[in-house]
């Protein structure tokens, strides 16, 4: 299938005693959606309006050319999302994964977290629940993510993630059939700068993502605990869901580890395994300290990513060398 791609938005919004602190930060330096985040909140709009409002916006600019509709379609030309809100001080969770026809997918989201007893909606199913509650169905192909198509057909289907299948997946395109079991060589895994596309965005902290792969995965793509912290993850989803970074990252939080050190960590756990991954986590606690770590290969040698708060009022962009 076509290249998974993602890009995160984290947003958080503390309580402290009798105080408040909203801290705004996203991977990558996507300022118009931290604008849109950090707006809403100045402008007395609640938390789940101002994350909603933040992955939203990224959504309809198409952020990076890879998020919301138009974005990497699938390995039959379609472009489908996942998106995921969380709130931190109840722990509830609304997801959808593969939505068809719908723009608006972190709406979707909220709506499942507010308005079912689950927690994640996939395919079809979630497709039908959002028209039922008024979103409107719309194509979500544009010119650019059919040449996209055409182009990746034209190139027999490469990159994809295709194993042990016959035809030979790194040579040719399907339909795919299982091959006889064989010694299985760990080939190099295609790394691209594009590799990212989802908005993980937390607010009192509550936090959102949107778009393929890890994250609608709960703890994953991104995690929210009022009382300890918040992360993000962005990168190659489908290596990264198998170590739970943004879980990882707040549970080290809670135990007293800075933010900076906790991403670190997350990252280290999958450097163990995979050492050319790609990938970057965000990570923010109670206090409003936050700090971001990735992993270095040659297409990722520094991280950026925005970051809004009282202080600056505005959305900043900040890095970290990768290791």
Known sequence: MLLSLHVFLLMLYFRLGFTSLP?????????????????ALQSGGSVLDAVEEGCTRCE????????????????????TLDAMIMNGNSMEVGAVANLRRIKNAI???????ERTEHTMLVGESASVFAENMGFVAEDLTTNESLNVFSQWL?????????????????????????????TQCNGERQV???????????????LCCSR????????????ADSSAGAAAATGDGDIMMRFLPSYLAVELMRNGADPSAACKSAISRIKR?????????ICANTTGHYGAACNRVPSLTEFHYMVADSESDTAVLKSVPCF
């Open 273 to 281: 395994h995979y050492s050319d991954f790609f990938g970057a986590i």
């Open 212 to 223: 393929v792969g890890d994250s609608p995965i709960i703890g994953a793509g991104a995690y």
């Open 107 to 113: 709406g979707v989201a909220r709506a499942v977290m």
């Open 60 to 79: 309809v600019d198409q952020c990076d050319g890879t998020v919301g509709f138009g974005g990497s379609p699938d390995e039959t030309g379609e472009t």
């Open 154 to 182: 034209k190139g027999n289907c490469q990159p994809n993630y295709r194993k042990n299948v016959s035809p030979d997946p790194s040579a040719s395109c399907g339909p795919y059939g299982p091959k006889a079991a064989q």
């Open 192 to 206: 691209n700068i594009h590799s990212h596309d989802t908005i993980g965005r937390c607010c009192y902290c509550v």
């Open 23 to 39: 801290l705004v930060i996203n991977t990558w330096p996507f300022k118009s959606a931290t604008a849109a985040a950090w707006h």
